[in-house]
C-alpha cells in the first residue's frame, strides 16, 4: 500500500457520545418507543461524517472500560467529581456498538486504561508503520502527541467545521515549542473535568508564560526562587501536587493493545444488520445517510433522489440546473449560500395568474405569509411564499397599501379555497387569521407540519428553525440577520430588500413543504393519523374561528377591582410590618428571608438558595403556616399582587383597539398530554378558588344587551374517564345511577350508608378520587387533608379495597408503559415515558404517574377537542351563537337571547355524545351576563 494512502482514523467513542447527547439536549430524540436516541444519532452521524468525507483506509472506535485504574493507583480522585453518566447514554452504548460492529469496524479497549491511552498507544504504533493517524475527538488533551504524523480531527460542532490540528497548530493554540509540553500545560493548569488538581493559582495564561519561560514543569519546580509573593509560596508548597498532576495528564503510549493493520482495514458494512437496527431505532433519515456514504442502491435513496431531481426541474418560468442529488451530512448543517435553490419573485398580474394556475394543478402546496409583526390580527401582509417541490418555490410581494393587497389576494381566492388542493403550513392557524383580515377564509384539507411533529414527538420542540436542523439537516436563515435583534431598532419586515424577502420567505415554505414529506409518512406508524386528519386539524379552523371573535371585557369592573385590591394590599402590608416589628421591602427575598429565619427564627434549619440568601418561595413558607401568623398574611399578600399585576391590571391592555374585545391565542402543541393551552393573554389561570380571582370573571362580559354567555362544564369528566378506561364495576354503577361519586366513595371507604356520609368524610373522599391518579402518597394526602400520615395511609388502602379493579388497571398501565414506551388516550393520543424503566426511583415514580394520569387528561382533551369541532360545525351552518373560549373542561358561547333556549340543548347532547362510552358524560349548563354569572 502506498504510504500516502495508509490513513488510520481513532474515534474517541464516549467524546463523540457525548458530543451527540448534549447536541440535541434542548431537543432530545425520542422515538416511538420512547427511547432516547440522541447519543445514538449524534455519534452515528460523526462516524459516517467521518468515513464520507476522508474515506480512511483504516478505522477503529475506542471506547472506556471501567475505572482508569492506571490513574486511580497514584490519585484515587481522578475524575471524582465527574457526574453520573446520563442514563440516555448508558442505554445508548450498547446499539452503538452494535452499529459500530454491523458497520465491520473495530471496537477497541483496554481494561484499566482509558480509550485516550488506547488511542495513543495505537497512534504511536501506527506512526512507526507509516501510518498517519487521526485521533477524532474534541479531548484537547490529545493535543500532546501530536506529531508529523499524528493529527487532531475535531468533528464540526454547530458554526464551525471540522479542525485539523498538526504540529503548528497545536503550538499555536497552546503556546508551545513542542506538542509535547501540552502534558506541562495541563499538569500546571489542572483539569477540573478530570479532577486533576495542577498548581494552585496557576491558570491559561499563567501556564503559558511558565512554559515560555522554564520549558517544563519540571524546570519550574526546579526555579521557584525566580518567583516571588504568593505564587512563589503555593508553587513551592505543592510541588509534589503538581509533578503529579502531569502524570495524570500524560497519555499513556504503550497500553496493552496490539496493531493488527489487517483487523483495522476499512471493510464493507453489514447492509441487512444495519438496517435492521436503524429501522428498529427508526433512523430513516440516517439510513438515507448511510446509504449514501458507503454508495449504495436502496429504495429509500431512489425516492431521495426523486425529490432532489424534482426540485430542479423546469422552472414556472423556465431555467434550472440539474441537481447533484448530494444529502448533506447530518454531522453539519446546510444553508442557503451552499443550498441548490431556484427561489422566484412573482411580480405583475400575468405571473400571478401563470403561479395560480400552477397552484390549482397540484395536489399539495405549501404556503407561508410574511407579516409586518406577530400578532397575526393586527399585522399587515408582507408577502406569501409557495412551494410544491424541495428546492423551488416563489414569493408574492404585497403593496403597503391594504386595498391594494387586498385586490392582489383576490386573485389567489380560488387557491385559498379550492377543495382539491392540501394546503401545508407551519402553525397554519397564524396564516388562516391573518388571510381572514382581508377576507380570505382557507377551505378544503390542511397539513400543519407544528402539530403533525406534536403528536410524533409531543415533548420535544416544534418551530420550523428546530424542525429544519433535526430533520434536514438544513439551518434556515434567522430573521434576525434581516431585521435585526428585537429593540426599538428592529425593522418590519416590509423594510428588508426584497431579494432577502424573497429568500427568506420561499425557504420557510420550501423548507416546511420538506417536513410534511417527512411527517406525513410516520404518522400512521404511531396511530396518529386519524388523530391528525379528523381531531387536530380541523381543531386547528375552530380555534382560528374562536380567536378571531375574542370576547367582550368590561374594563370599568377590573378599575374597581384594581382599587379594591390596592387597598387590601395596604391593609395586609401594615398588618405584616406590625407582625414582624418592622417595616421592610416585602418584595425582596433577602430581606423577607432575614425577618422570617433570622428575626423570627421561624425554622432553625432554613434553606438557603445558591446565593447565600434564605428561600422564601410558596412551597417554603406553605409549610410554615402553622409556625406564625404572619406567613399567612404573607401568602395572602403575595396572591393578591400576583392577581393584581397579572390579570386585574393587565388584562384591560390586552383589549383590541379595532374589535373592543380579547383575543387570546390556543395553543395545540404546548401540553404534552393534548390539553390546550391559552397565551397572549393566558385565560385559562385565571384563580377560581378565591373570592377575589371569581371576581375577575365578572369581567368578560356578553356583546351587548341582545346577548348572554353560556358556560358549559364537563362534571367530573376526569373521574368518569378513569371509571371508563378501568372498567371498575362499582365506579361505573355509580356513575351510571347518577350518584354523587365523592359521597359513593366516602360510603365504600369509611363503610357508612349514603345517607350518613358527613360533609368531612366526603370532602377527604373527593380528595382521594382526584388525588390518586395522580400518585398522592400518605404524605401528600394528609398535607391536603389534615389527616395523619397513618390515618392517610389507611384512607388510601381502603380506597383501593373499594376500586380493585381500578388498582389493577393503574398497575396494568405502568406495565403497558414499560413493554411498550408509551400510554395512550381513548383515540389514541400518545405519551412517550423515556424514564419509565429509569433505575433512578424518583425518575421512574414520576414516570409511573403519568403512565396513569396521562390517558385520562389525554382523554379528556380528546373529547372536548371532538366536541368543540362537532359544535363549531353545527353553529357556523345553522346559528348566530359563537364559540369564545375553553378552559380545561369549559366551553364559553355568546349566545343571542332569542336562541338561547334552542341551543342550551344542542350543547348539552353534543358535548355529551361527543364520544360514546359505558359511562355517560354530564355537562352542566350556566347562563349569565359574565362569566361569573355563567360559570
Known amino acids: 500500500m502506498n504510504t500516502e494512502d495508509k490513513r488510520l482514523f481513532l474515534l474517541d467513542a464516549y467524546a463523540l457520545i457525548f458530543r451527540g447527547y448534549y447536541a440535541f439536549i434542548k431537543n432530545p430524540r425520542i422515538n416511538s418507543k420512547g427511547l432516547n436516541t440522541s ?29 482508569a485504574t492506571v490513574r486511580t493507583v497514584d490519585y484515587d480522585q481522578y475524575k471524582a467529581n ?52 487521526y485521533m477524532v475527538t474534541p479531548d484537547k488533551d490529545f493535543a500532546q502527541l501530536v506529531s508529523d504524523k499524528i493529527k487532531m480531527y475535531r468533528p464540526p460542532a454547530f458554526g464551525k467545521g471540522i479542525e485539523i490540528w498538526g504540529v503548528e497548530e497545536v503550538k499555536e493554540k497552546f503556546g508551545v515549542q513542542d506538542p509535547i509540553q501540552v502534558i506541562d500545560f495541563l499538569g500546571m493548569m489542572g483539569d477540573s473535568v478530570d479532577n486533576i488538581p495542577g498548581l494552585p493559582g496557576v491558570g491559561e495564561k499563567t501556564a503559558k508564560k511558565f512554559l515560555a519561560e522554564y520549558g517544563s514543569l519540571e524546570n519550574l519546580l526546579e526555579n521557584t526562587d525566580k518567583l516571588k509573593g504568593k505564587m512563589k509560596e503555593n508553587i513551592e508548597a505543592n510541588k509534589e501536587l503538581g509533578i503529579l498532576s502531569k502524570k495524570l495528564a500524560t497519555i499513556i503510549i504503550d497500553a496493552p493493545v496490539d496493531f493488527d493493520e489487517e483487523d483495522l482495514t476499512m471493510c464493507a458494512p453489514d447492509v441487512d444488520k444495519v438496517k435492521e437496527i436503524f429501522n428498529e431505532l427508526e433512523f430513516r433519515q440516517l439510513l438515507e445517510n448511510f446509504y449514501r456514504t458507503f454508495n449504495l442502491e436502496s429504495d429509500v435513496v431512489e425516492k431521495t433522489k426523486s425529490v432532489s431531481e424534482s426540485a430542479v426541474q423546469q422552472s414556472l418560468f423556465g431555467g434550472g440546473d440539474a441537481d447533484s442529488g448530494e444529502i448533506p451530512s447530518t454531522a453539519f448543517f446546510t444553508e442557503i449560500d451552499t443550498y441548490d435553490h431556484l427561489y422566484q419573485l412573482t411580480e405583475g398580474k400575468m405571473g400571478r395568474k401563470l403561479l395560480i394556475d400552477k397552484l390549482l394543478q397540484q ?27 424541495a428546492g423551488k418555490g416563489y414569493y408574492v410581494p404585497f403593496p403597503q397599501d391594504f386595498n391594494e393587497a387586498k385586490a392582489i389576494i383576490e386573485e389567489f381566492r380560488p387557491f385559498f379555497e379550492s377543495e382539491s388542493v392540501l394546503k401545508i403550513g407551519h402553525n397554519l392557524k397564524y396564516d388562516y387569521k391573518v388571510l381572514f383580515k382581508y377576507g380570505i377564509v382557507p377551505k378544503g384539507k390542511f397539513f400543519d407540519t407544528m402539530i403533525a411533529h406534536y403528536l410524533l414527538n409531543p415533548d420535544m420542540r416544534h418551530g420550523m428553525d428546530v424542525l429544519s436542523e433535526t430533520y434536514l439537516n438544513y439551518k434556515p436563515i434567522s430573521i434576525e440577520t434581516l431585521i435585526g435583534k428585537k429593540g426599538k431598532n428592529q425593522k418590519q419586515f416590509n423594510e428588508v430588500d426584497l431579494e432577502q424577502q424573497k429568500e427568506y420567505a420561499v425557504e420557510d415554505a420550501d423548507v416546511t413543504f420538506q417536513l410534511k414529506t417527512f411527517f406525513a409518512p410516520q404518522l400512521p406508524e ?29 374594563t370599568e369592573v377590573l378599575a374597581e377591582q384594581s382599587v379594591k385590591i390596592t387597598a387590601e394590599i395596604l391593609e395586609l402590608e401594615k398588618k405584616i410590618f406590625e407582625k414582624a416589628g418592622e417595616a421592610f421591602n416585602l418584595n425582596s427575598p433577602k430581606q423577607l428571608g432575614d425577618i422570617l429565619f433570622e428575626k423570627l427564627e421561624l425554622d432553625k434549619k432554613a434553606k438557603k438558595t445558591k446565593t447565600g440568601q434564605y428561600a422564601t418561595g410558596e412551597e417554603v413558607l406553605t409549610k410554615l403556616v402553622d409556625k406564625h401568623p404572619i406567613i399567612s398574611d404573607i401568602l395572602d399578600y403575595r396572591q393578591l399582587q400576583k392577581l393584581k399585576s397579572t390579570y386585574v391590571d393587565a388584562l384591560p391592555k390586552e383589549v383590541s383597539s379595532e374589535t373592543q374585545r380579547i383575543h387570546t391565542t390556543f395553543s395545540q402543541t404546548v401540553a404534552a398530554t393534548g390539553r390546550l393551552a391559552s397565551v397572549g393573554p393566558n385565560l385559562q389561570n385565571i384563580p377560581i378558588r378565591s373570592e377575589q380571582g371569581r371576581e375577575i370573571r365578572k369581567a368578560f362580559v356578553a356583546r351587548d344587551e341582545n346577548y348572554v354567555l353560556v358556560s ?53 373522599a373527593k380528595t382521594v378520587n382526584f388525588g390518586i391518579v395522580y400518585g398522592v402518597s400518605a404524605f ?57 424503566n429509569s433505575r433512578n426511583h424518583v425518575v421512574r415514580s414520576f414516570a409511573e404517574r403519568i403512565a396513569v394520569n396521562a390517558p385520562i387528561q389525554g382523554s379528556a382533551a ?12 353545527v353553529l357556523k351552518e345553522n346559528y348566530q351563537t359563537k364559540m369564545l373560549l375553553q378552559v380545561h373542561d369549559e366551553l364559553v358561547f355568546d349566545v343571542p337571547k332569542s336562541e338561547l333556549e334552542t341551543i342550551k340543548p344542542i350543547i348539552k347532547e353534543t358535548m355529551e355524545n361527543a364520544v360514546k362510552m359505558q359511562v355517560p358524560l354530564e355537562v352542566e349548563i350556566g347562563v349569565g351576563q359574565n362569566w361569573l354569572e355563567a360559570h
Open 39 to 67: 447519543a445514538i444519532l449524534g455519534f452515528t452521524n460523526s462516524l459516517l461524517d467521518v468515513i464520507k468525507r476522508e474515506k480512511p483506509t483504516h478505522i477503529a472506535v475506542v471506547f472506556d472500560v471501567g475505572q
Open 82 to 133: 465527574r457526574d453520573e453518566t446520563p442514563e440516555a447514554i448508558k442505554i445508548a452504548v450498547p446499539y452503538i456498538q452494535e452499529i459500530i460492529r454491523a458497520m465491520c469496524i473495530p471496537v477497541l479497549f483496554a481494561e484499566g486504561y482509558e480509550a485516550d491511552d488506547v488511542i495513543g498507544t495505537l497512534a504511536k504504533k501506527a506512526e512507526k508503520e507509516g501510518y498517519t493517524t
Open 363 to 389: 395536489k399539495e402546496v405549501c404556503f407561508d405569509t410574511e407579516t409586518t409583526g406577530l400578532d397575526a390580527l393586527t399585522a399587515e401582509l408582507v408577502g406569501i411564499s409557495f412551494s410544491f417541490e
Open 526 to 554: 404511531v396511530n396518529a393519523e386519524k388523530l391528525f386528519h379528523e381531531i387536530e386539524m380541523p381543531l386547528m379552523e375552530v380555534l382560528s374561528d374562536m380567536e378571531i371573535e375574542g370576547i367582550r371585557l368590561d
Open 712 to 764: 358549559a362544564d364537563y362534571s367530573q369528566i376526569e373521574l368518569r374517564i378513569i371509571a371508563e378506561l378501568s372498567q371498575d364495576p362499582i365506579m361505573m354503577e355509580a356513575f351510571q345511577k347518577g350518584e354523587d361519586i365523592h359521597r359513593t366513595t366516602a360510603a365504600k371507604v369509611f363503610k357508612v350508608a349514603l345517607d350518613e356520609v358527613t360533609r368531612e368524610q366526603r370532602s377527604q
Open 780 to 836: 401528600g394526602l394528609s398535607e391536603q387533608t389534615g389527616l395523619s400520615r397513618a390515618e392517610s395511609k389507611q384512607l388510601i388502602d381502603a380506597y383501593y379495597e373499594t376500586y380493585p379493579t381500578l388498582k389493577k388497571f393503574m398497575e396494568e398501565q405502568i406495565h403497558q408503559a414499560r413493554e411498550k414506551g408509551y400510554v395512550e388516550t381513548i383515540l389514541g393520543r400518545r405519551r412517550y415515558l423515556k424514564d419509565i
Open 862 to 873: 380528546d373529547i372536548i377537542k371532538i366536541a368543540m369541532i362537532n359544535l363549531q360545525k
